[in-house]
């Protein structure tokens, strides 16, 4: 499926435009869905709950309000035109402001790529839903960001230090993160 | 009622063992902390990190340049396509237009690489399941590969021969000969690997039927390479997202749908024939030209993002820059083949015996700085 | 007792002339006991030299060949330095246990020695239960492999000593059966008489069809009492580091070792008595020369330790569960067959002499 198509798909999930409760359509969103109203879906979509990307990757890139993402990234697997169930990359990014994960899905079937980006809600407690339960290989990376970014995932069987010892302090990836002795900054 | 009694004196335990991190098994400082009942394993638990160097954080501060050094470190077996997975990167968000020649110079080296990883790998599964004498064909084959690699490039192990652009230098000109010894030479070697280790009867009692991962498993724990081919998950990188010269030779892409040890086993035997036939294909039509095109002394990566993905020995090598338009990237990820493939070691290791937990891990090929980058 | 080489006989009268016969007894049994020893403990450090050089055959390699010429000197040297090694131990080991384990293990592979008829008149200790013996006596040395990983105070030894004894016992059973069942044409246990019998016509040969299948379980369950590969379960080293010796070091690591390979020439030894003749010449070609029944035996007992050699250098290992399949499920129900076609090829008088 092209990207602008995966679009109007993704989008029409999500039709409710104040929506900070779950949508009812989405859970059991079919496939027959997406053919007929996809320009009116696209259009209801509200940004500050998803948001949609092609600028600067060949991905279509996917933000996603850290709430919903549990909810997106299952029926992003579970839905048949979508079907994205291989989960190849899990990447911890620090923005600045606040912390966000990238996740990068193929799906197997239709061997189309999406990239799902979510942010935490600052730095000081920065917490998302975990999605082992979706991609088991989940649970391996999320600890790795666990570890080097300090973003707690609910619901996740076996959150802790994956690299680093327990009693480490600070998270390395992030970017204020100092180390006179190890580090060497040009 | 008596034998409730006799069965409580003599109640087993589980107890905990530490595999690794110096252990031979473990093939570099991976820890495996083993819970067991008598020889039967319940959990594995990796505990990684002994030899982490944070080479994403370096990354952040390094040029593009340097950044291609780094990642030799990574999975050391397949260093080349790890440099050519970042080089691809850059000539990507740079568009540059690379030429032929460059692309099937690095598509033979590629190959080459895989094969030597594989050798390696071969030896190494033999010396697990305890055929010591495996350990030295395997090497005697790599060894060719090695000499050629250090003629090429001055390097064994970690080449640095890619650079964004194209190559460090032009191939020596003894390549093409050698490399054409070396096909004539592992052409008659390869069935020697056959009849020496894989038709033993020993060898298929402890590798057929051990360490089964479904297909549905295997893409579930983001296994790729050999291990989730062998679980008929058709997932080669050099199919599906063809790079430098790999859209123009044909390969049959190694498939087993068994799942188990001995699967994954004959995936990498047979990935070693297409290698050898790619690398055929290749070697007599390596296009005149130049061997580098010009970049600026300082690369800086237009803002945005890429994600470049390849094939090495182990499976798919992921790169992903954040760039924010600088000579550094904001963030670069290394999506590393063997951190996803160890994730599934307690799936398939459970309920199996330590010598199966041993063999089921050489044929997952871990390579330990690729999971602790 | 019957003693020694004739050239040997002056120093027997002599000792019985100049002291009362008690002591001069107890003096003569300590003489042998050291050439014995002195002997085997250099026969075992070229054992080990010739597996290296063998192993060094199969993998493409040359194999020590620095120190003497060829390397000869090679394990000598590695003696010297494993005698010079600091005797280390963990903390929490059971110190007595845990040093007496090794010389349970050398001792009983030494004492095994002194059945063994090198030739005629080579013969330290001609018992009547010759077999029985060297059988009860093999199967001491596991209780020192036992101690010595359950003393140790770690898990990987534990594992090791515990794959070892489960192994050792079962593998017990096919080695007195297989060795029965030739028992059953020599109708006697001593191992001088055994050879004796077979100037008719090696063992091998005699028996034909069931004692070449004896021959065969007696060659795999002799590996695997011997914990070599393909069933070196004890030690295992890609699964359990070291197995049941990891905590040992220096000269108990040594004896450990030298056990093994003393055991693995013992096993060849008993193999070459039993079935091919022992001292006996092929053809009787050399019978008019009594000594060279030495080199006969060593030939026979070499090329069959060759053997072992190459099951080692070749194959894989097996696993634990399938070691013991392959011992109760396969080797002991075919060696009590076995034993019935022997008893009805001996019975019948089908035995092959010439």
Known sequence: ?186 | METTTVNSNFKSEKYQINMGPQHPATHGVLNLLLTIDGEIIKKVEPDLGYIHRSIEKMCERDSYQQIVHLTDRMDYLSSNINNEAVCLTVEKALQLAIPERVKVIRTIIGELTRISSHCLWWGVMGMDVGALTTYFYGFRDREMINDIMEETCGARLTMNYNVPGGLMFDIHPNFVKRVKDFIAHFKTKLPEFDTLLTENIIFQKRTKGIGILTREDAISFGASGPVARASGYSCDVRKYHPYSALDRVTFKEALRTEGDTFARYSVRIQEMWESLSIVEQLIDNIPEGEHRVKTNAVIKLPKGEFYQKVETARGELGVYVISTGTKSPYRLKFRSPGFSNLSLLNHIAVGGKIGDLVATMATLDLVIPDIDR | MTTALSITKNIHDWLFSTMPEGVASIVEMTLIALVYLGIFSVAGLFLVLMERRVAAWFQLRIGPNRVGFQGLLQTMADALKLLSKELTGTVKADKFLYNLAPYFVIISSLMALAVIPFTKDFHAFDINIGIFFLIAISSIGVIGILLGGWSSNNKFALIGAMRSGVQTISYELSIGLSLLTMVLITETLQLSEIVEVQKNGWLIVQGHIPAIIAFMIFMIAGTAETNRAPFDMAEAESELGAGFHTEYSGMKFAYFFLAEFINMFIIAAIAATVFFGGWLSPFGITESIPLLGVFWFLAKTLTLVFLMMWFRWTFPRLRVDQLLTLEWKYLLPINLVNIVIMAAVVWLNLTINF
């Open chain 1, 1 to 186: 499926m092209t990207n602008e198509a995966l679009q109007n798909l993704i989008g029409g999930w999500f039709p409710n435009p104040e929506a900070d409760k779950v949508p009812a359509a989405v859970t059991d969103s079919e496939s027959e869905e997406d053919s007929g109203d996809n320009q009116v879906a696209q259009q209801q979509v509200n940004p500050s709950l998803l948001e949609f990307t092609e600028e600067g990757s060949e991905h279509l890139n996917i933000s996603v309000h850290s709430h919903l993402l549990h909810q997106l990234m299952s029926t992003l697997k579970e839905n048949a035109a979508t079907r994205f169930d291989y989960l190849f990359c899990l990447s911890g990014v620090d923005w600045g402001e606040e912390l966000g994960v990238v996740y990068h899905l193929e799906s197997t079937t239709h061997r189309h790529i999406v990239v799902v980006k979510v942010k935490t809600d600052g730095r000081e407690n920065p917490t998302l839903d975990s999605i082992y339960d979706i991609w088991a290989t989940a649970e391996f990376h999320e600890r790795e960001v666990y570890d080097f970014f300090g973003i707690k995932f609910n619901n996740h069987p076996n959150l802790k230090r994956l690299f680093l010892t327990e009693d480490w302090v600070g998270f390395p990836l992030r970017k204020d993160y100092v180390d006179d002795i190890n580090m060497i900054i040009k």
